[in-house]
């Protein structure tokens, strides 16, 4: 159990344009979503908290109305790169913790390319 | 804040045992992680301290002494598939978020 899906796993877009992702807890209900950034040979940094129904925690220097998200259940939660430049190239991942549990269960990632 | 250091990079040979260090300054404290990460993937969970002590999991261990605000990842036997990053995570006190430390790239040699 605890297997976490995103959707796309890679994508390429042109500059200015809008890019969503989705990641989704495929077996168990996800009280809280994590996203996260990832560029080449750093760690993890964290963008944003978002729980179910309630508007996302942002991180400080994460622009919220450019990172959009939205955790419309349980299962789903969707980070909406908006008018998309080259330097919002970068590696993304979700995670989703279970109600009364610790850990984060990761998704995949999906890599992002802006031309 | 929170503040976590560990090595930037490892050598170790197949067969041999490695020692990964942590160590962390943070605000709150609610628990340790380890994860691994092959390159161009998302991080696998391995182990979780919260205790002080010793964790074992197999060819896995993980300490903590929250005291000193250390922890180190122990790994047996040595594959060469355990080439991969090892990120430290540390989880504040009240909050379910983690704060990442840079990760230690392992290299697994023959």
């Known amino acids: 159990g605890a297997v976490v899906s995103q959707h796309p796993s890679r994508v390429i877009c042109k500059s200015g344009t809008s890019v969503k992702i989705e990641c989704r807890s495929l077996?168990?209900?996800?009280?809280?979503m994590f996203w996260y950034r990832q560029f080449p040979k750093q760690s993890l940094m964290l963008m944003a908290t978002s729980n179910e129904g309630s508007k996302a925690t942002y991180e400080q220097g994460v622009e919220k109305d450019k990172f959009l998200i939205n955790h419309a259940s349980l299962t789903l939660s969707t980070l909406t790169v908006t008018s998309a430049h080259p330097e919002d190239s970068s590696f993304y991942i979700c995670?989703?913790?279970?109600?009364?549990?610790?850990?984060?269960?990761f998704g995949p990632g999906t890599r992002l390319t802006v031309l | 804040g929170q503040n976590i250091d560990q090595p930037t990079e490892m050598t170790a040979t197949e067969g041999a045992i490695v020692q990964i260090n942590c160590t962390y300054q943070?605000?709150?404290?609610?628990?340790l992680f380890w994860y691994q990460q092959h390159a161009g993937e998302a991080p696998t969970f391995l182990s979780y301290?919260?205790?002080?002590g010793l964790e074992e999991k197999g060819r896995f261990s993980s300490f903590l002494s929250r005291s000193k605000g250390y922890s180190y990842l122990l790994l047996k036997e040595l594959q060469m598939k355990d080439s991969a990053s090892y990120l430290c995570a540390v989880s504040g006190a009240g909050s379910y978020q983690l704060t990442f430390g840079k990760g230690t790239k392992l290299s697994v040699i023959p």
């Open positions: 077996d168990f209900q996800a009280t809280t």
């Open positions: 943070t605000s709150g404290f609610n628990g």
């Open positions: 301290n919260v205790l002080d």
């Open positions: 995670s989703a913790r279970r109600g009364g549990g610790s850990e984060q269960f």
